[in-house]
């Protein structure tokens, strides 16, 4: 199956998984863990409302830096499964999909680290899923701007007033909103303060600027099978009206004419 695409029955959909870890610290070559994982899943760009969630037993301390961040302490993890007792659960969710992670060079490193530390043949998540950084993209679209979670929520008018720390999947739903927003085509309504509050000569408030972000837009092109089902319709549009399809196929236009020669 290719990546990011999932089939029901025969119809084919984008499915994209939004992905936020916690961790020990910030160096996984040091032998710091992952403690906590959230994923969220979109498909055709909206919530399916399937996630995946789980809070992991490190089998080591947790750095002072990191504690503050996220407030997840040992004792919270005590009893918790290792990352080894969720990984093919975890595998199964993401596989096939694409990844949307905020800095995925840090998650990803995390995860091959903790995937190469199970039993089996070595994998990657590179060999399940294809990756899209919204950081990189962020940059791409607010060059030297701050493109920081926190940043995006302000930017796009995401409410991240929840947010008091880092939490996995909280930051997973939240950077769902964010992807959204930033990749939506849609214009945003920018307004200055001053503007806001200004109004014109008659009393009423002025007309908001579009500004429409340069948005990379995904090309995805239809398959063999969707082709064949396109002109099947197409042919029966054809046929029923009597040729008077908007664009029928070539090989209706010729059974038209040879149906129209022998009548």
Known sequence: MPYNRVTYGKLR?????????ETTGLEPELG?????????????????????????????DIEEGALAVHGISRTDLEGKPTFAEIV?????FI??????????????????????????????????CQVLDTLALA????????N??????????????????HGALLDARILADVYLAMTGGQGALALTESEAQARTADGTRPVRA???????LRIVMATEEESRAHEDMLMLIAKVSGGQCLWPPADALAALEMNRSSA
């Open 210 to 216: 579009l500004v429409r972000t340069a948005v990379p």
């Open 95 to 128: 596989a096939g999909a694409e990844l949307v992670i905020q800095n995925a060079a840090f998650d990803v490193a995390f995860l091959d680290a903790e995937i190469a530390r199970t039993a089996g043949e070595p994998r990657a998540v590179a060999s399940y």
């Open 148 to 165: 920081d979670l926190d940043a995006l929520c302000k930017r796009y008018r995401v409410d991240n007033s929840r947010r008091e720390l």
């Open 139 to 146: 940059r791409e679209m607010h060059p030297g701007q701050r």
């Open 88 to 92: 093919e659960e975890l595998i199964t």
């Open 32 to 60: 710091h863990r992952i403690i906590e994982i959230g994923c969220v899943e979109l498909v055709n760009r909206r919530s399916s409302g399937r996630t995946f969630h789980r809070y992991l037993n490190p089998e080591r």
């Open 13 to 21: 959909f984008m499915r994209q998984i939004v992905l936020d870890t």
